[in-house]
């Protein structure tokens, strides 16, 4: 299990109802991370729509996490 | 020079960042919260961004613009919060000895920024309806299920 | 809306003209004069008019960018007689519910009004000498041997 | 013999040594006056690099010149 700290934005923080949590998790890359906190929270925004950056740094999908990680799950943008 | 700010942009202090006598030509962008999108009455805006990944973000984006424009200066600046009919909630500058690299710059700059900067937007229209807008703006989204863009 | 002017052309005035909350983009483009031209230091620079002539074709360039683009306002200005280094020569600004349209309405005007407007440049160097800037800035200029191109 | 008035701008204007004259010719066209001035006082702009206006517009280099007309001689332009 690691303990892994989660940032919400946008639709996900609203879907969420919080901006950050810290959670234990046995998912090994942000893709498993996101779809099992999918499943959990009823995030609408299937997995292949959102993006992952780990310590203010965008990965691959397939990057293993660590212990104590910042992980953020990024919306599609749609700034301007 | 790019910031991320929570307060108004006043277009003409960021004019002043670029002047340069040596620079012949400049072109501004400026984008504002508009009435209506898609056919539906917008009363107000949220953008809300994750700061940290878009100052870096936007910061790749101008160092990628001077590599491959021949621009004297650029200047770039993205509000976030509730905005009104109006405010101005994003602005681009560029200086350059020629028209041609300072039109392709704030171009680059601006496209580049809508597609890649972490930053969201909230409609609030009529009625009390919301939505955000999560459509990308260029092609597909590289999303979980394949490489990031950056 | 489209002038030849003698006064120094103040920017947030022109933009002033333009402001609606129905588009959600302007582009300018100002053109100041610089120091450098091909190499010689230009010290300051006078520019002159067939102000009637040019009125119509600026008037006529503006018309022509309103049909081609989907911009809600377009206002350009030019300045005449002598100015210093630094000084504002020529400003456009074009707004329009997309950048697209913005953008290419403003490089189409300004294009336009350097290859069309009678107005002549004369640069003042280090040293005393001057030069009237006597090339066309697109192809073959359209001469009493040819058809006019408007 | 036509009495026409000719306005000068720019390099026509200081090589002419003035930015207005009423002058008699006899040339019919802009083309056949332009070379008959240039002969006259040097110009050093070739007829192909000038183009003509008439009473405010732009006419073709063979338009045929009437009494009275306002005739401004061209130069290329440089703007900007």
């Known amino acids: 299990m690691l303990s892994v700290s989660v940032y919400y934005f946008a639709i996900l923080r609203e879907q969420r109802g919080l901006g950050q949590e810290t959670l234990s998790t046995t998912a090994m890359t942000p893709a498993a991370l996101y779809e099992e906190l999918r499943l959990l929270h009823g995030f609408t925004l299937p997995s292949e729509r959102v993006r992952a950056a780990i310590n203010d740094t965008f990965v691959l999908s397939t990057t293993s996490l660590r212990e104590g990680d910042r992980i953020v799950f990024i919306p599609p943008v749609a700034g301007g | 020079m790019f910031k991320i700010v929570s307060n108004p942009i006043d277009p003409a202090a960021w004019q002043q960042t670029l002047t340069n006598v040596e620079a012949g030509a400049c072109v501004t962008f400026a984008g ?52 009104q009919l109006g405010e101005l909630a994003v602005w681009v500058g560029v200086t350059a000895n020629h028209r041609d690299a300072a039109f392709g710059a704030s171009r680059f700059v601006i496209d580049e920024m809508k597609a890649r900067l972490p930053i969201w937007k909230k409609e609030y229209y009529t009625g009390g309806a919301t939505a955000w807008i999560n459509c990308a703006t260029r092609g597909e989204h590289g999303g979980l299920g394949a490489l990031p863009s950056s």
């Open chain 2, 32 to 83: 504002w919260v508009r009435q209506h999108n898609q056919g539906l009455v917008v009363l107000s805006l949220e953008y809300e961004a994750y700061a940290v990944l878009a100052v870096a973000e936007g910061k790749k984006i101008l160092a990628e613009a001077h590599e491959r424009f021949a621009v004297v200066g650029i200047a770039a600046v993205h509000r976030t919060g509730h905005l």
